[in-house]
Structure formats: structure tokens, C-alpha cells
């Protein structure tokens, strides 16, 4: 029903920037939240950052002030700029994106992962 592509991962610098995209397609009616889980080796996978269809954004403590999620509702595209990376940011980032599938179902698409190494 849903097909999330992300881009953007790869390998940084301490102190350097990434910045991930992730689109959605398919066959549904909207898209009500969207954004950024991460899991690093041995550890949870935990919600980076959401935003609302309203733009209304939330984050997790280790990350404000460094990383900016955003999205284009026309392009079904969410964004995650992060900036002053630090090891600990080292982790595959998945995007998701909770959707309306036509008939009212509730679905929640997931992309494969990008991987995203913090190292001098």
C-alpha cells in the first residue's frame, strides 16, 4: 500500500551535517505523521523526530537543537537535517509515515533503513 524510499545516509564527520529525505507512494488518501526512528548496534530502535500533517514537531532530548525535521506535504516527502553530529548519532535511520488508506484503514509504512556512520 505504501512505499517509503530514504536517501541521504552516509558517513560524516564529527561536527559535519547530513541531511535524510524520505518519500512516500503508493495508494493511499493522506498522511497524517511522519519521521525518523534510529537504531544503533545493541541498542532499542528510538523515535528521532515526528511531525504532523500541521507541521507540529516533536523530538527526542539528544537531538534538539542539532537536527530539524520538516516535510513537503505536495511531495509526500519528509526531511531530517542534522547538523553538529557527534558518534552517538551513528545508527540506521528508518522513516515512517502514518497513513489513511482509502476506505479509512490505518496504515503505517516503514523504509528500509540508511545507514548513517559519525567518524573522523
Known amino acids: 500500500q505504501v512505499q517509503l524510499v530514504e536517501s541521504g545516509g552516509g558517513l560524516a564527520q564529527p561536527g559535519g551535517s547530513l541531511r535524510l529525505s524520505c518519500a512516500a507512494s503508493?495508494?493511499?488518501?493522506?498522511?497524517?505523521?511522519m519521521g525518523w526512528y534510529r537504531q544503533a548496534p545493541g541498542k532499542q530502535r528510538e523515535l528521532v523526530a515526528s511531525?504532523?500533517?500541521?507541521?507540529?514537531?516533536s523530538y527526542v532530548d539528544s537531538v534538539k537543537g542539532r537536527f530539524t525535521i520538516s516535510r513537503d506535504n505536495a511531495k509526500n516527502t519528509v526531511y531530517l537535517q542534522m547538523n553538529s553530529l557527534t558518534p552517538d548519532d551513528t545508527a540506521v535511520y528508518y522513516c515512517?509515515?502514518?497513513?489513511?488508506?482509502?476506505?479509512?484503514?490505518?496504515?503505517?509504512?516503514w523504509g528500509e533503513g540508511t545507514q548513517v556512520t559519525v567518524s573522523s
Open positions: 511531525i504532523t500533517r500541521d507541521g507540529v514537531t
Open positions: 515512517y509515515a502514518g497513513t489513511v488508506l482509502f476506505g479509512g484503514t490505518f496504515y503505517t509504512g
Open positions: 503508493g495508494r493511499f488518501f493522506s498522511i497524517n505523521a
